[in-house]
Each structure stands twice: as structure tokens, then as C-alpha cells.
């Protein structure tokens, strides 16, 4: 099951999945909390002064990639070194190097140098995380309105090309962070008992990658997977929650694909009343901001 539980700014949904927590470990249960990398020492923390002291045998806060790393040593899978920003960037010279010869973008830049290395790098971490292969690019390719526009297809016919050889070169050695959820999906859909056992909440994202949805609609398909969004009450339509927004529907639809069941829950906690206000306040404040920066607000 996917439960989405909206609160606003207000520390609410991570109270009462605390409430959970308390509850499961109680019960003898594990349970597992979720954080961005950089929020995992304040997590842990938090969680630490809340919880007994006992919680500690039954329930752990994670992020993806520790998540990612327990299942490897339980189940098997990545086993190569991670390779670090420096060595993708050297990776990637390599790769631009050893194709500048077929590529359009060097034939016309000449040597290749640290702002076209840092594009491409940034190019093929964004396909990454929207979950596109190098195959996708290929089959793209074969699309007639795409062969029309001969610049859009001399653009993606360079990335198809840059992202197959960085991939081939860096898995000779390294495993990349960014593959580490398309490989824990593979290993839990090869082992569908893992994790049931285990209560799952995710705490301080905006957004996911396209791999971590597909892994959260999986584990929400045999575990009960709780997701705290940020969402305050009256304000879900307004603009500054877009990403949000479009994050909670794509949760949805990907947890329904999977054929798991959704629920969606408030949590106001102890400032429901002062809610009301800080909708108004947030409102103006808003509202003084996009003035400032000549932005039209669209009610």
C-alpha cells in the first residue's frame, strides 16, 4: 500500500510517522525511514532522541543508496567501486576524445574542453534520472518527424553515441550510483519476500527519480509505503507546489500500475489553527516575491 500523507511546513507527518515507528517497534515489526543523503545524520539524530533506545534492533533511517547497498550485501548485485564526480569527469574526456571524430558537436568546437566534458555529463545524468537508456535513444532515432529535423537528429544521434561508450567504459571498472535502483528492482523482483517484512517511510523529497518511482511503486506492492509531501492545506493548487504536486501524481500512477492500493492522508499536528494564518502569510509573501521579479500569478 502507498500512503501519501500532506502536511504544510509545520513538523506534522514526521510526528506521526514517529507515532508509526513507535507502534511498529512495539509490536516487534521493523520499519525503515527514508531521507535525502544530506538529511541523513539530522535524521538520525531526530529519530535517535525520539525513539527508546531499544528501537535500534528493529528500525533504521536510510537513503536511497544505503538502501540500495543493505539489499546488495543481502541479496547480491553491484560489487565494483563507485565512481566519484572526478572520475566520471575524466571518464567522460575519454569518452568525447575517443568519439570526436563521429560527433557533430566536437567537429564544430574543436579540442574537447571542461564546458563541453561538464555538458555532457550533465546530459546523460538528466537521462539517467528520467530513466532513458541508450537503447531509447536509438529506437528514437527511427522516428520519422525526428529524421526530418536533421539538427535535432544530429543532436540525439551524439548522445545515443556519448551515453553508450560513457556506460561501457565506466562499468568496466566502476558501478554508478545513479544505476543503483534499476538493480535493487531487478534483485527484489527476483526476491519478492525482501523488505515485506518491513514497514517503509520516505521523508524530505520534493521529487524522485524516474527509477526510485518505478522502486517505491514495487515496494509499495508488497510493503506498506508511507511518503510525507509538503502540501498546505488551501495552498496544493498554487504554483510554488507544482513539483510537488506533479511528484504526488506520479506516485499515484505509478503505485496503481503496480496494482497497489493508495491512500491519501492530512496531517496538520499541533498548528492546525495557526495553519490558516500561514496560508495568508505565505499567500502575500508569494505574491510580494513573483511582483518583485515581474511574474504573473494565474489564479
Known amino acids: ?45 531526530y529519530m535517535a532522541r525520539e525513539l527508546p533506545p531499544s528501537a535500534a534492533l528493529s528500525f533504521e533511517v536510510t537513503n536511497f543508496t544505503r538502501l540500495a547497498n543493505t539489499t546488495f550485501r543481502s541479496l547480491g548485485g553491484l560489487a ?23 560527433l557533430t558537436m566536437t567537429r564544430r568546437r574543436g579540442e574537447v574542453g571542461e564546458g563541453m566534458v561538464e555538458s555532457a555529463l550533465a546530459a546523460t545524468q538528466e537521462m539517467q534520472s528520467l530513466g532513458i537508456t541508450p537503447n531509447d535513444l536509438l529506437t528514437a532515432l527511427e522516428d520519422e518527424e525526428i529524421c526530418r529535423d536533421k539538427r535535432l537528429h544530429s543532436k540525439l544521434s551524439d548522445l545515443a553515441k556519448i551515453y ?23 534483485k527484489l523482483r527476483e526476491n519478492p519476500e525482501f523488505l515485506s517484512d518491513t514497514e517503509i517511510f520516505v521523508e524530505g523529497f520534493t521529487s524522485f527519480t524516474e527509477p526510485q518511482y518505478r522502486l517505491l511503486a514495487l515496494l509499495a506492492g508488497r510493503t506498506s509505503v508511507s511518503v510525507a509531501l509538503t502540501l498546505p492545506k488551501g495552498r496544493e493548487e498554487a504554483f510554488e507546489f507544482s513539483e510537488i504536486m506533479e511528484c504526488r501524481s506520479r506516485l499515484i500512477s505509478s503505485a496503481r500500475k503496480a496494482d497497489a492500493e493508495v491512500k491519501l492522508v492530512r496531517e496538520e499536528g499541533h498548528g492546525a489553527k495557526a495553519d490558516e494564518a500561514l496560508v495568508e502569510i505565505c499567500r502575500h509573501l508569494w505574491s510580494a516575491i513573483l511582483r518583485n521579479d515581474n511574474i504573473t500569478l494565474q489564479n
Not at 521493523?30 to 539524530?45: C, N, R, Y
Open 1 to 45: 500500500m502507498l500512503k501519501i500523507v500532506s502536511s504544510g511546513f509545520s513538523s506534522a507527518a514526521r510526528e506521526a510517522f514517529c507515532r508509526e515507528i513507535k507502534k511498529i517497534h512495539a509490536l516487534g515489526r521493523k520499519s525503515i525511514l527514508i531521507v535525502p543523503e544530506q538529511q541523513t545524520v539530522m535524521a538520525e539524530g
Open 164 to 186: 553508450s561508450l560513457y556506460k561501457d567504459i565506466l562499468s568496466e571498472r566502476y558501478s554508478d550510483t545513479g544505476d543503483d535502483a534499476d538493480v535493487m528492482i531487478k
Open 80 to 102: 565494483l567501486e563507485y565512481c566519484d564526480n572526478a572520475k566520471k569527469a575524466l571518464i567522460m574526456w575519454r569518452t568525447l576524445t575517443e568519439l570526436s571524430p563521429a
